[in-house]
T-cell receptor, first 114, second 113 residues
Framework: DTGVSQDPRHKITKRGQNVTFRCDPISEHNRLYWYRQTLGQGPEFLTYFQNEAQLEKSRLLSDRFSAERPKGSFSTLEIQRTEQGDSAMYLC????????????FGQGTRLTVV | QQQVKQSPQSLIVQKGGISIINCAYENTAFDYFPWYQQFPGKGPALLIAIRPDVSEKKEGRFTISFNKSAKQFSLHIMDSQPGDSATYFCAAVGGGSQGNLIFGKGTKLSVKP
């Protein structure tokens, strides 16, 4: 499968715990995006990487959230001290160039904070 | 502040009918308007997209109509099928956003056999 891959698909965690999600983009895509989607809403932009550089962060990305993309390949999104409001689907997408803005999404990681 | 407004929230269409979903945007710097289809438990998948220099784009049963002056665009699904039942999102890109998508809230389409 050469699509965007996300792991895990589901995560249940207790409030206050830290969680980390992984995204493997389509190979050779230099842009990688993280989005958050809550029930009945469209995805909301969180952050974006061009190769290994994190170029933009949404105000939705609080200090408890951190994302990395070492070596411009896979990316991780970590949430520290999880809160119930963090429960959502976390989606990763990748694309090639700004002109070709077709973004391909992974299947997402559904986080439930109890 | 919602920059892309989508309607209706839900839509029920008979098999073979035409499904129409509308979106309006505010930022005139947007320069790429994709539509995504999402099935339960899956990530969004690109369906069709248009740039503002074109008024209409058709791919199979799916057509985007674009009205730049009104800042509106719509998705038409011809000969709707039960397999088209999904949530559809319009989105917009541009205006210095570095390619990140601004999504509408989605339309849940149900096509009845």
């Amino acid at each position: 499968d050469t699509g965007v891959s996300q792991d895990p698909r589901h995560k249940i965690t207790k409030r206050g715990q830290n969680v980390t999600f992984r995204c493997d983009p389509i190979s050779e895509h230099n842009r990688l995006y993280w989005y958050r989607q809550t029930l009945g809403q469209g995805p909301e932009f969180l952050t974006y990487f061009q190769n290994e550089a994190q170029l933009e962060k949404s105000r939705l990305l609080s200090d408890r959230f951190s994302a990395e993309r070492p070596k411009g390949s896979f990316s991780t999104l970590e949430i520290q001290r999880t809160e119930q409001g963090d429960s959502a689907m976390y989606l990763c997408a990748s694309s090639w160039t700004l002109e070709n803005t077709e973004a391909f999404f992974g299947q997402g990681t559904r986080l439930t904070v109890v | 502040q919602q920059q892309v407004k989508q309607s209706p929230q839900s839509l029920i269409v008979q098999k073979g009918g035409i499904s129409i979903i509308n979106c309006a945007y505010e930022n005139t710097a947007f320069d790429y308007f994709p539509w995504y289809q999402q099935f339960p438990g899956k990530g969004p998948a690109l369906l069709i997209a248009i740039r503002p220099d074109v008024s209409e784009k058709k791919e199979g049963r799916f057509t985007i109509s674009f009205n730049k002056s009104a800042k509106q665009f719509s998705l038409h699904i011809m000969d709707s099928q039960p397999g088209d039942s999904a949530t559809y999102f319009c989105a917009a890109v541009g205006g210095g956003s570095q390619g990140n998508l601004i999504f509408g809230k989605g339309t849940k389409l149900s096509v009845k056999p």
